[in-house]
């Protein structure tokens, strides 16, 4: 077709748009320069806001807690320690002073049973002190005239010296009872006595049990 027909028929095509006349945000999806505006934008999901002195807190916390069961862990131990050293020593302490009340009690029997024996003792010897010294006089006195007997002979007259108390004198004199024999008494302060005739002189051992009787009295 020619160029001078071709101008005259209606032109059927799409018709031109002038983009730069339309408003630069007409199509806002489709706009390049903000892609991240619009229905067919690619968003970032949002990071959650954090509050640090919160997290500060709660982290002391937490801390202060583990802290405190750290403490109270080896408190306990502390102390359970504490309690065993105690309770080893409150043994040993009742040990020593049972181990003390025991030797006390021992040391105080001893004593107890000393002083009781010797009481025992004293007591007995003050009650036969005087039944076993009339019994060791007459036997000293009978033993006396018999070696008097013995030594002058029977039926022998003899000038016997007698020193010593009267009453020994008078039970030796009866022990004798011998016609020949002449007696002479010399009194004295001992309570032995002595018996003098010829080359003999007897004595009898009074005094020597008295001074024994004394020192167990004493």
């Known amino acids: 077709m020619s160029a001078s027909i071709s101008r005259y028929l209606k032109d059927f ?20 320069d903000e892609p991240g505006i619009g229905a067919f934008a690619m968003r970032e999901p949002s990071e959650p806001k954090i509050d640090i002195e919160a997290e500060r807190r709660e982290a002391f916390e937490e801390g202060r807690r583990e802290a405190q069961a750290e403490l109270l862990a080896a408190q306990a131990d502390e102390i359970a320690a504490l309690e065993v050293r105690h309770a080893a020593e409150l043994e040993a302490m009742r040990t020593r002073c049972e181990n003390e009340i025991a030797a006390m009690i021992y040391d105080r029997f001893c004593d107890t049973g000393s002083q009781l024996a010797a009481m025992i003792a004293d007591q007995t010897a003050r009650v036969l002190a005087p039944v076993m010294d009339a019994t060791l006089r007459e036997k000293a006195l009978s033993d006396l005239a018999r070696m008097i007997t013995h030594s002058i002979g029977a039926g022998e007259g003899c000038r016997i010296t007698v020193k010593g ?15 020949t024999l002449v007696f002479r008494h010399q009194e004295t302060d001992d309570i032995d006595l002595s018996v003098e005739f ?12 008295a001074d024994n009787v004394g020192k167990v009295l004493a």
């Open 13 to 32: 095509s799409a018709p031109r748009i002038d983009l730069s006349r339309v408003p630069p945000k007409y199509f806002p999806d489709l706009n390049d």
């Open 165 to 179: 108390p009267l009453a020994l004198f008078e039970a030796l004199k009866r022990h004798l009872d011998d016609e």
């Open 198 to 209: 010829g080359d003999s002189i007897l004595v009898t051992r009074l005094a020597a049990w």
